[in-house]
């Protein structure tokens, strides 16, 4: 677990970052959410405060397409399963919400899937 001083340095950057976007139903608002483990993305349609999309490393269509690989590496499948998700709903684009995590890693690979599948940012 992360320590006070790391937790509280992560609250205001998630805050920071927030106070700054919001979704739409026409561009959602792609919030992600770093484990461990895994990664998770959602979109965020926040003018109805609906959860539009979702995909995740736990999803049983990217697990099979990821099987033994690296987080980064599954962390962009993740990002071109929302975009398709998206797209099939015949949403172009969209704002990225990294949260409290820097744009670096899992979190850049996924924003970069999404862009290889045709998502605007």
Do not use: W
Not at 68 to 83: L, P, Q, T, Y
Not at 91 to 102: N, W
Request: charge should be positive.
């Amino acid at each position: 677990m992360a320590s006070k001083k790391v937790q509280k340095i992560r609250e205001k950057r998630k805050a920071r970052v927030r106070a700054k976007i919001s979704g739409t139903t026409e561009r959602p608002r792609l919030s992600v959410f770093r484990s461990a483990k895994h990664i998770y993305v959602q979109a965020v349609a926040d003018n109805v405060g609906r959860t539009i999309a979702q995909s995740s490393t736990v999803n049983e269509d990217v697990k099979i397409k990821i099987g033994n690989v690296k987080k980064v590496e599954a962390a962009k499948e993740v990002g071109r399963s929302i975009s398709r998700k998206l797209k099939d709903m015949g949403i172009e684009e969209a704002v990225f919400d990294r949260g409290c995590y820097l744009y670096h890693g899992r979190v850049k690979a996924l924003a970069e899937g999404a862009r290889e599948e045709g998502l605007k940012f």
